[in-house]
């Protein structure tokens, strides 16, 4: 059994293809890096694996649990999402009431825009406070979350997806917008959930290959709906594989677990 598995899945919206004939598969416990230019179905097979959409055609399995099949809001507690295109939260309203950066992380044991305070008790309130800690975010639980850096709240989104303890972590371009000390906190915090969760997979989601953690051990390249080349990171992201992808003869160095790309 996988944590994700699809196959032959085609997505179609509007007449327009999204996604043609995908076959993919996530073990429990990898940590997956999907790569590929504007466009590439990227986003679209992450809502899939997420339990977000269904697909036109093909079969999707997540957690042992085919979509179609299943209560997909409940299947989605079991899901963490942080996805920098798009809100998960209402955070105009938690800025409005000055709600700190512990609140946030609070609501996603219930999965609600604004804190359900009677659903939230001692080993609650720790958890998030653990889970900042972990994140880098220690001393940030006080500080209304309004406050809060780009780089900051970027972290306190993924300890907010954690608090349901979730088996599988979905980041969709978890960097943009963040400048370069930011992006290395948070690659830093990632890689850190990996070390010290070993039963966790994720999937983390990025145009450019100097993001993609060192804890990733396994990548896909997608280029115009469809899978270019997928298995372990070392062997899938090679210069002729991501010349491929993204259409630009790339010289690929691999230093000290992490990725860089430059033309060549």
């Not at 590439?40 to 099949?69: E, N």
């Not at 609650?124 to 406070?129: D, I, K, T, Y």
């Not at 039963?199 to 804890?215: D, Q, S």
Request: aromatic share 4%; proline share 5%; hydrophobic share 40%.
């Amino acid at each position: 059994m996988h944590a994700v598995e699809v196959q032959g899945v085609t997505v179609r919206v509007t007449g327009k293809t999204l996604l043609s004939d995908v076959d993919w598969q996530v073990g429990y416990g990898e940590h997956w890096a999907v790569l590929g230019p504007n466009g590439a179905g990227k986003t679209t097979l992450l809502s899939l694996a997420a339990a977000v959409r269904h697909p036109t055609r093909g079969t999707v399995s997540v957690l042992g649990h085919r979509l179609g099949r299943v209560d997909m809001r409940e299947l989605r507690r079991h899901v963490g999402l942080v996805a920098a295109s798009q809100r998960l939260i209402d955070e105009e309203l938690l800025e409005e009431e000055g709600a700190t950066a512990h609140t946030v992380v609070l609501t996603g044991h219930t999965g609600t825009s604004a804190p359900l305070w009677d659903r939230y008790g001692p080993a609650e309130r720790e958890r998030a406070h653990r889970l900042l800690a972990d994140l880098g975010c220690k001393d940030l639980a006080d500080r209304p979350f309004r406050v809060c850096s780009q780089g900051e709240r970027a972290r306190i989104r993924v300890a907010r997806a954690l608090m349901p303890e979730p088996a599988l972590l979905f980041l969709d371009e978890p960097y943009a917008g963040l400048d370069l000390p930011a992006r290395e906190d948070l690659i830093e915090a990632v890689e850190e959930l990996a070390r010290t969760r070993p039963v966790l997979t994720t999937v983390t989601v990025t145009h450019h290959l100097e993001e993609i953690p060192a804890t990733t051990t396994h990548a896909l390249l997608m280029r115009e709906g469809r899978v270019l080349a997928a298995g372990p990171a070392t062997q899938v992201l090679t210069s002729a594989n991501l010349s491929q992808c993204f259409g630009r003869p790339l010289r690929i160095d691999h230093h000290d677990g992490r990725w860089y790309a430059r033309r060549a």
